[in-house]
């Protein structure tokens, strides 16, 4: 058996993926059925093996947010380097260049702190 009765199912229905609960098993001897509940408890219906499939797995994406308070975390928000403070910036802000920085590592040392801060308050 493959599933136990509480597990997450998911199953084509009338073309369309539907969810469910494994509430009861039933083994016939040449195969095993599932009854399952969808459609919020309110339907029930018997379904073979061969039919059910795991949930697919829920994956996080990290949000931009989360993205630099780790940067933050990484590499210390008083950075005193040209390249650290590169790594701060978000990917939006790429366009600034490790030449331009290098003239102008205080102001874009104070833009990136102002904007970290500003992060981090959120």
Known sequence: MRFREGDKVEFIQQGELTQGVVTE???TGHSIFYQIDYARNT???WITEDKL???APVLKVPQRGDR?????VQVGFL???GEELIKLLDDGWKILTATYVGDNIEQIG????YVLRK???E
Do not use: C, N, T, Y
């Open 25 to 27: 098993i039933e083994d």
């Open 43 to 45: 339907e029930i219906i």
């Open 53 to 55: 499939l795991p949930p």
């Open 68 to 72: 630099m308070r780790h940067k933050i």
């Open 79 to 81: 950075a005193d380097k």
């Open 110 to 113: 104070g833009l990136v702190q």
């Open 119 to 121: 992060e981090v308050a």
